[in-house]
């Protein structure tokens, strides 16, 4: 396993993300462990495809990516992608200030 420090991360990412193809990379900050790196298409291996859809949707619910991104991130289709995310009880669309506005607009259309 390959180790580095955060300065050297800062100052070289390719290289940890070269040695991460063939094996987990420690990060430590202050000499301490503090973080991992995996590369999520030879380190993960049989895990693969269970570990992406649950990434990409936390990235999705944490508003890190859309949902195309995610989508693509996940390995499933975007309908597919859609179900993972209503089996996980996630929003796809987060009301706002102005969603109650338009709504406000519609009943008044409507009526």
Do not use: C
């Amino acid at each position: 396993m390959y180790a580095t420090n955060v300065r050297n991360l800062k100052r070289n990412p390719s290289e940890a993300l070269r040695h991460a193809e063939s094996a987990p990379v420690l990060i430590l900050k202050g000499n301490q462990p503090n973080a991992l790196l995996l590369n999520l298409k030879t380190t993960l291996g049989e895990y693969d495809e269970q570990l992406r859809p649950a990434l990409a949707a936390s990235l999705f619910k944490d508003k890190v990516l859309s949902l195309g991104a995610a989508a693509k991130i996940s390995g499933l289709s975007l309908s597919e992608f859609i179900d993972h995310l209503a089996q996980l009880d996630i929003d796809i669309v987060t009301p706002d200030q102005q969603t109650t506005k338009e709504l406000g607009i519609l009943d008044s259309w409507i009526s």
